[in-house]
């Protein structure tokens, strides 16, 4: 196991807009949190030792816990890093301080998410965020000075937002990395109880601007939502989306093996939220059959500019002539301007990339007729 992903769910406050696993902090929650976790890590050790060329701390606001309990939950993890190893660490603007980033660097972080969303202050209220435009500036100016690798989140598409002055503004910071999302509303949050939608033609528009302002600045569209310099790609992302294998400590957490039991079956494990993950409860496994595999290998490898090597997938899943399996699908969606072919290589062009669904649902059902799933029982 190359890759781990630790999730800590502690935030100091929760954005009406967010489904993912976070609480606030209790009285000995988080004590109960880092005596698991510590138990957690061990077992996952002994079984993947490592060593590790990607560790991200997600979640939740991993910066949010105390230095002390920071301290523990590095000294948690038994894994060396492999040389040059990127460690991230999702942080709030709001959580940092120039002594923060001093003790993070001394614990290891070598990278930085931070998760700005806008430089405005009207729609950071909007947002529910607790920062302001300038604390997130000088959040994203003392971590470059501190010598971290930055990536900016920015939430595009939003009403009476500024698309391009954000934009813009994470550009001139000279960070390498900008994460540019569209508001999702997600079902139960405040945001959907409230009624609001999407508008698709101004996110459309969004990420138009961002392709033409981040491509100015030297950014590269190398994921659907992300935008690096040369080298600044996240790496552990890179590692979910090339369907490598991947580790997952924490409450919510999830984690993807590679099996050996059959050609290609992978592994999913995905643990309980926190008070069942506390009292020890193990993850939901769930067993990938090769069909499965393949479809998700060309929905992660179709969001990388990079695209996806077939004969990998191939002898990932054990699907033997996937590529012949492909092909009509392939010319056909080329000829539409939403895939480009090179060799053995699917990569979506640009206009693919803005129409994923388009691009990908058509090789599902060429995979699905090509290997109909009672024929692979």
């Not at 942080?91 to 290891?108: F, M, Q, V, W």
């Not at 001139?172 to 508008?199: K, M, N, R």
């Amino acid at each position: 196991m190359r890759h781990l992903y630790l999730h800590v769910p502690f935030c100091p406050t929760i954005c009406p807009y967010c489904d993912f696993h976070v609480v606030r902090r209790g009285p000995g929650l988080v004590e109960r949190y880092l005596e698991r976790l510590e138990a957690e890590a061990a077992e996952l050790f002994n079984r993947r030792p490592g060593p590790l060329a990607t560790l991200y701390l997600g979640g939740g606001t991993p910066s949010y816990l105390r230095d002390r309990e920071l301290a523990r939950l590095f000294a948690a993890l038994p894994w060396t890093l492999a040389p040059g190893a990127e460690v991230t660490l999702e942080a709030n603007p709001g959580t940092l301080t120039p002594a923060r980033l001093e003790r993070l660097r001394a614990l290891g972080v070598n990278r930085l998410s931070l998760g700005v969303q806008s430089f405005q202050d009207p729609v950071l209220a909007r947002l529910g965020r607790a920062h302001k435009g300038q604390g997130a500036l000088r959040a994203v100016e003392e971590a470059l000075e501190a010598g971290f690798r930055v990536s900016v989140d920015l939430i595009l598409g939003l009403p009476g937002q500024d698309v391009k002055a954000d934009l813009e503004t994470a550009a001139a910071l000279g960070v390498g990395h900008v994460s540019a999302y569209t508001l999702q509303v997600e079902p139960g949050t405040p945001f959907a109880l409230a009624g609001l939608e999407p508008d698709p033609d101004r996110e459309a528009e969004a990420f138009a601007a961002a392709r033409a302002v981040l491509g100015r600045a030297g950014m590269v569209r190398y994921e659907v939502s992300n935008f690096a310099r040369p080298g600044e790609e996240a790496r552990h992302n890179l590692a979910y989306w090339r369907m490598l294998e991947w580790g997952g400590l924490g409450p919510a957490a999830s984690a993807h093996f590679l099996t050996p039991a059959g050609p290609g079956v992978a592994e999913r494990r995905t643990n309980p939220p926190l008070p069942r993950w506390a009292a020890g409860e193990p993850p939901a496994r769930e067993t990938i059959a090769p069909l499965e595999h393949a479809k998700e290998g060309l929905m992660m490898g179709l969001r990388l500019r990079e695209g996806m090597d077939l004969a990998a997938l191939a002898r990932q899943s054990g699907l033997a002539g996937l590529d012949r399996a492909l092909s009509p699908a392939a010319g056909r969606l080329e000829a539409e301007g939403l895939i480009e072919r090179a060799g053995v290589r699917l990569r979506p062009s640009q206009a693919g990339l803005d129409r994923l669904h388009a691009a990908l649902l058509p090789l599902w059902e060429a995979l699905e007729a090509a290997y109909p799933p009672d024929r692979l029982a």
